[in-house]
């Protein structure tokens, strides 16, 4: 992991250096390749006028010396000649030449050049004097060469200065194309930054948290909704296992408190009856709670291997007549609900179904039960047979009494689940009730369906979904 | 002798609980309800110690700790008896305030300790026990009789401790064994019939120490 976090140049970061240098490198050439075409041009601009002004002087010196009375006049006009130009930086140096085009001599004062100098072959040509560039004209001509030189390196310092405008105003640019790209480039990749210190938040801990789909160029926005639809799908993942694991915690806290109560009770009194005196009633008081809370357990465990046994064979499937199995139930709770002062009504009909006659007692038993329990004096339960809208057949058992609120109807099939958060034993069971009846009818594919409003009552639909009338 | 307020909605557990602390020598009162029990502690906030479960219809323990501790000053301690024993649940309980916690199923001896522990750490445990002519000091673990100091050896002392703190029951050979030699004696049984022999002859306990046939022996007060 660390070597990878070692310095990766941001995308941003990345295009710009690579623009500022290829800019810097751009202008760099730009500037030296204008100097120097500047620079060439100027020297060609001076040779011409170099060219001309030789040419000038020339002629000047054959026109002044077409009337030439003696040699020590031609002298004199050279010297005067060198002298004068030499006043205007200009460089000259005549060699006299004889008759056969020979060049026989020229006099010191025939030159301005310095002492040393050596004439170049060619014309004409750049060359230094005195550390001086120079161009250096060479005119042959009938009875004399003139060298002439014109100091030029004003050019060269031209050049230099040149050079040294451009570069400043070249950095000048640079440093304003470094200022805005920088910000124009960190604006732009602001929402991928703002996207990743989003993530970060959400891998943190918040978990509601969604990136903002509106900020950024078009890659950025698609990535922001990408990236929201997976939060959402692990989001919903997440609730799930979370809804299961506290299911499951619930399941085992129940069957604890199931097991653990009666088998306080046995060993406590057992245990208390060992160890100190106690009163013949009081004896028979423990032994008798002793035996009764070990029928709860035997119980227990007795709708556990039900439960467990259903889960593993397939009960019987015979046609079984509605009728007989709810005359048979209400029989059996018609006392129940009288000595309670609840009505307990039963409408007969025609109707059968493929079932486990055993079983299918055992349900409408079990839902009979709990509502015969769960309605008050004076209210009624009733159980009746129909066709649901599909054509299904449906059996159901409805009461008028103290309902289930919407958070515990989600719970209540759970095995070992109390709507009694205290699962007091007054009026209430294990909690195995419903999630065994829910196993019976997973066995023969019918559905058990509640509605329930608090404080009116409750009804509970049994609908088997292989039946079509 | 402590008085000591039960809330269990359970009522055979509720019985139980009465009966044996009542045994070693507490004054308890029972209720199943958690609103009748905030009434009775409105009512009398002279409670000693107060043992709740923590699943009770209407209120919950939590609750009702909660009152307990706002509403009487100076606060007394508070036991949660519960069969909810995962980590997370003991946890939170003593995290949120209570003493102790003591979860189903408890053996008897198990609870006398623990209640007995919580008193003395709220100085509510009589430091001194007195019966016939003998006088018991637990701290300087000292005992009199007649007014005269009776020096008992270590382990003398130790089981007559053990028997007067768990007054009432009888207690195995076995267990009185590995409550005063702990559990990693190799000794025999008879260590502890000598010791008793010499603990009545000493203090006089022939009719206060009794042998329980095929049990043990039991203090009786």
């Known amino acids: 992991m660390k070597k990878e976090k070692r310095e990766k140049l941001k995308i941003w970061q990345k295009t710009y250096l690579l623009t500022l240098a290829l800019f810097l490198f751009c202008i760099c050439a730009v500037v030296f390749s204008l100097a120097g075409y500047s620079n060439r041009k100027n020297i060609y601009s001076e040779l011409d006028s170099s060219s001309a002004e030789e040419y000038y002087i020339a002629s000047s010196y054959i026109r002044d010396t077409e009337n030439a009375q003696s040699n020590e006049y031609r002298d004199n006009l050279v010297r005067a000649y060198v002298k004068h130009y030499r006043g205007e930086g200009i460089l000259l140096c005549f060699f006299e030449k004889n008759s056969d085009g020979q060049v026989v001599r020229s006099t010191a004062a025939a030159s301005s050049f ?26 042959e001509r009938e009875d004399f060469r003139l060298v002439y030189a014109r100091d030029v390196s004003f050019l060269d310092d031209e050049l230099r200065s040149l050079i040294v405008t451009f570069a400043i105003v070249a950095l000048a640019v640079s440093l304003i194309l470094a200022f805005a ?118 119980n227990l465990s007795e709708v556990l291997l039900d439960g467990a046994w259903l889960r593993r064979s397939s009960p019987s499937c015979e046609r079984v007549a509605l009728d007989d199995v709810i005359s048979e139930c209400c029989r059996r709770y ?74 515990e109807l989600l719970h209540i099939t759970e095995p070992f689940f109390r709507v009694d958060k205290a699962r007091s034993r007054a009026e209430g069971g294990t909690g195995l009730g419903l999630s065994l009846c829910r196993d019976i009818c997973a066995s023969f594919g019918a559905d058990m369906r509640f509605s329930s409003v608090l404080g009116e009552g409750t009804q509970v639909k049994i609908i088997f979904l292989g039946e079509k009338l | 002798m402590a008085k000591i307020l039960i809330v269990e909605d359970e009522k055979n557990i509720r019985e139980l609980l009465k009966k044996n602390l009542s045994t070693v020598g507490h004054i ?67 995290r949120y305030g209570a003493d102790d916690y003591i979860m189903k199923p408890f053996e008897i001896l198990e609870l006398i300790a623990r209640v007995d ?21 637990f701290v300087s673990r000292k005992v009199l009789r007649g007014g005269v100091e009776v020096p008992l050896k270590p382990k003398e002392y130790a089981l007559l401790e053990v028997l007067v703190r768990n007054r009432n029951f009888a207690l195995s050979r076995d267990k009185l064994l590995s409550l005063v030699w702990g559990y990693d004696y190799e000794g025999d049984e008879r260590t502890v019939d000598v010791h008793i022999q010499q603990l009545r002859m000493k203090l006089g306990l022939h009719n206060r120490i009794k042998t329980v046939y095929k049990i043990g022996y039991r203090f009786e007060m």
């Open chain 2, 117 to 137: 522990v919580v008193l003395r750490r709220y100085g509510k445990s009589a430091n001194v026990e007195q019966f016939d002519d003998i006088s018991i000091d």
């Open chain 1, 181 to 298: 790209l920088y910000f124009i480039l960190r604006k732009l990749s602001l929402p991928l930054e703002q996207l990743r210190s989003t993530a970060e938040r959400i891998s943190s801990g918040e978990r509601g948290l969604r990136a903002d789909e509106e900020k950024g160029g078009a890659e950025v926005v698609s990535l922001g909704v990408s990236f929201n639809r997976m939060l959402d799908t692990v989001d919903s993942q997440i609730d799930e296992l979370e809804a299961n694991a506290a299911e499951k915690q619930r399941l085992v806290d129940n069957m604890a408190h199931e097991l653990r109560t009666p088998l306080t009770v046995i060993h406590g009194y057992a245990e208390y009856m060992t160890m100190s005196d106690q009163s013949e009633e009081e004896r028979l008081d423990m032994l008798g709670a002793i035996v009764s809370e070990s029928e709860r357990l035997k």
């Open chain 2, 28 to 94: 308890c009162t029972t209720t199943g309800d958690g609103r009748d029990a905030k009434s009775i502690l409105s009512d009398d906030p002279g409670f000693d110690l107060l043992i709740f479960d923590v699943m009770l219809p209407g209120n919950d323990g939590f609750e009702l700790l909660d009152f307990a501790k706002t509403t009487i000053s100076p606060p007394p301690p508070v036991i949660f008896v519960t069969a909810k024993t995962s980590l997370d649940d003991r946890l939170r309980g003593l």
């Open chain 1, 114 to 139: 310095p002492a040393d100098t050596v004439f170049p072959d060619e014309s004409p040509v750049l060359a230094k004097i005195d550390g001086k560039k120079h161009i250096i004209i060479t005119d």
């Open chain 1, 334 to 407: 018609e006392n129940k609900a009288k000595e309670k002062g609840v009505a307990l009504i039963c409408a007969m009909c025609s109707l059968s179904v493929r079932a486990d006659a055993l079983l299918l007692s055992v349900l409408l038993s079990n839902l009979i039960d709990n509502a015969v329990k769960a309605t008050p004096s004076g209210g009624r339960v009733s159980v009746a047979a129909g066709k649901e809208e599909d054509g299904c057949v449906c059996l159901g058992v409805s009461d008028t009494g103290r309902g289930i609120g919407k958070e």
